[in-house]
């Protein structure tokens, strides 16, 4: 009997189908592929920031890949179901991160057993009497004498031929009959088939059914285990999560984001019908006025007053931030002037300018208002020795 060599482990080839390492194609012939971002990995994805350090192992035996998710935060799908570890099929998918994998090998052919024949032995004689049921019968030599049994004709038959002893017995052989003499050879031999008797002639089995029957079994099997694999098959597809790309996600986020503001609207129309938001109302429309006519200072006290009765008023708290910045940008613009005529000697204006922040700056403590402060009291002073 002979059988077909057997590989140590499969041949894998690994093709890069898309993600940033797209068209690549690898091979290997290894028990153990490790995949990921690592510098340590077979396959190396850098590009892919989705992909773990370590995420992927492939496990190659002599006739199966075996697929290991070794990340923890990081899911991967085989023809897309998320598993952790799965065996994978010749041309199956892998997705992990931004990057899909096609995984090609082919299983060895399983080794097909050769029957043997049986081997044919020549009989001397026939078997005696309680030999066991369902044993072969041999070829007997081509001249093979029988001796005498009475009531049976003397002239045995000159030969037997191949075709009469090649089949099993269902009965015992050389069991004589009741009342003398062999006569058949098997009294329940069915219909059509020719014994042994007083006239010498031969015992032909019919053939066997046997070999149909187990054709229609076998057949019958695979029969029923197509249709489980289908049904498992479909099963499968309904119990698949898909992973979620890049597009999806951020449409999801978008939707999500409108549904917010929507009910974030919703809460601020029924907020706008409370006394707290008539009050603050008021408010910002004098802060408003005196933002336009450039108070600033006035206009920032308004816009706090209608921020403490209705903290949610959204143009209150704009109006509020651009006053401050304009009068930020008269602070420095005042300072500036001033340092220019103290540069050129003009304590008059120069005095101007410095006064002019120090009334807009209340706090004392302020760290602008004392150094306009100081200027201010120096170009006074150098103003009086001028004359």
């Known amino acids: 009997m002979s059988a077909a060599p057997l590989l140590k482990v499969l041949n894998v080839s690994i093709e890069v189908v898309k993600g940033p390492n797209a068209g690549q194609s690898h091979d290997f012939e290894k028990a153990q592929i490790s995949l990921g971002r690592g510098p340590e990995n077979d396959l190396i994805f850098a590009q892919d920031v989705k992909i773990s350090r370590q995420h992927i192992e492939l496990i190659v035996s002599m006739n199966q890949v075996i697929v290991r998710n070794l990340s923890q935060k990081n899911p991967i799908s085989v023809d897309g179901e998320v598993v952790n570890e799965k065996s994978i099929r010749p041309g199956g998918t892998i997705r992990f991160g931004e990057t899909e994998l096609k995984v090609n090998f082919e299983r060895p052919a399983e080794a097909k057993a050769n029957l043997s024949v049986v081997p044919q032995a020549t009989v001397g004689a026939l078997k005696p009497m309680g030999s066991l049921q369902n044993a072969p019968v041999a070829t007997a030599p081509a001249q093979a004498s029988f001796p005498p049994v009475p009531g049976v004709n003397a002239q045995a038959p000159a030969s037997f031929t191949s075709n009469a002893m090649t089949q099993p017995q269902s009965q015992a052989v050389g069991m004589p009959q009741q009342g003398g003499g062999v006569g058949a050879w098997n009294q329940q031999a069915p219909a059509g088939a020719r014994s042994v008797g007083a006239g010498g002639s031969t015992y032909r089995p019919p053939s066997a059914g046997g070999g ?27 119990r698949e999560v898909k992973l979620r790309d890049v597009v999806s996600t951020e449409v999801a986020i978008t939707e999500s984001q409108s549904e917010y503001d929507k009910a974030m609207k919703e809460i601020e129309k029924k907020g706008q019908d409370t006394i707290q938001y008539r009050l603050s109302q008021e408010q910002y429309l004098r802060g408003f006025r005196d933002y336009r006519q450039g108070q600033y200072v006035r206009a920032m006290e308004e816009f706090q007053a209608a921020l403490s009765f209705y903290p949610n008023h959204e143009l209150a708290r704009k109006y509020y931030t651009l006053a401050k910045r304009k009068f930020d940008e008269q602070i420095q613009f005042n300072m500036i002037q001033g340092k220019r005529y103290y540069g050129v000697r003009n304590y008059r204006l120069c005095m101007g300018y410095y006064s002019t922040v120090i ?29």
């Open 212 to 238: 149909r029957f187990k054709l229609y079994a076998i057949v019958g099997v695979i029969v029923l285990g197509g249709a489980y694999l289908f049904s498992q098959d479909q099963i499968r597809k309904r």
């Open 359 to 387: 009334k807009m700056k209340k706090d004392e403590r302020d760290p602008i208002r004392r150094e306009a402060l100081q200027y201010h009291n120096e170009c006074e002073i150098k103003l009086r020795g001028k004359y």
